[in-house]
T-cell receptor, first 114, second 112 residues
Framework: AQSVTQPDIHITVSEGASLELRCNYSYGATPYLFWYVQSPGQGLQLLLKYFSGDTLVQGIKGFEAEFKRSQSSFNLRKPSVHWSDAAEYFC????????????FGAGTRLAVHP | DARVTQTPRHKVTEMGQEVTMRCQPILGHNTVFWYRQTMMQGLELLAYFRNRAPLDDSGMPKDRFSAEMPDATLATLKIQPSEPRDSAVYFCASALENTEAFFGQGTRLTVV
């Protein structure tokens, strides 16, 4: 069965510091992978996605993620964090091809110190 | 600006009452998801539809929850009777086949 693990429940970084949020997935075939961000009281906004091709994908708001099949990982990165990036981040996986459904990780809550 | 619209945004109801949440997917999207978000369980998939047909509702308590798509522009999630443990934020999302899902703002349900 598909599953997603986000090992870090909370992360705190200083504004301007780099960021890496970890995501590991479990799926037998090539998955579709996503990162979503949720600000307080809001819905989920897609940051980026990986379906196939280049394993380094660029997203909105300066985020990027790298798909590493050998490690079953899809970590999210940003070189310099802004205070407005404070939010909760969710990694999700879907079965590729055919009728799919999203399975989400538990989320990582990011706090940014000035 | 295409978006998923959920109504109501907030709902407070008494235990035992019927609750209906509505979702208007993005025009042209043929897949609709219902998720429930709680502190304890995170984001749980309740049900999803493709071309208005239910594909998977295994995440939904069958005795009190029901989900339907009366037409391509409306999805509903109904709870009858509601219980305090149903208090959560319910999200609807829509997608085209094999593409990313777009989420609505959610319905925050409180059952007292």
């Amino acid at each position: 069965a598909q599953s997603v693990t986000q090992p870090d429940i909370h992360i705190t970084v200083s504004e301007g510091a780099s960021l890496e949020l970890r995501c590991n997935y479990s799926y037998g075939a090539t998955p579709y992978l996503f990162w979503y961000v949720q600000s307080p009281g809001q819905g989920l906004q897609l940051l980026l996605k990986y379906f196939s091709g280049d394993t380094l994908v660029q997203g909105i708001k300066g985020f990027e993620a790298e798909f590493k099949r050998s490690q079953s990982s899809f970590n999210l990165r940003k070189p310099s964090v802004h205070w407005s990036d404070a939010a909760e981040y969710f990694c999700a996986v879907a079965a590729s091809g055919g009728y799919n459904k999203l399975i989400f990780g538990a989320g990582t809550r990011l706090a940014v110190h000035p | 600006d295409a978006r998923v619209t959920q109504t109501p945004r907030h709902k407070v109801t008494e235990m035992g009452q019927e609750v209906t949440m509505r979702c208007q997917p993005i025009l042209g999207h043929n897949t609709v998801f219902w998720y429930r978000q709680t502190m304890m369980q995170g984001l749980e998939l309740l049900a999803y539809f493709r071309n208005r047909a239910p594909l998977d509702d295994s995440g939904m308590p069958k005795d009190r929850f029901s989900a339907e798509m009366p037409d391509a522009t409306l999805a509903t999630l109904k709870i009858q009777p509601s219980e305090p443990r149903d208090s959560a934020v319910y999200f609807c999302a829509s997608a085209l086949e094999n593409t990313e899902a777009f989420f609505g703002q959610g319905t925050r349900l409180t059952v007292v």
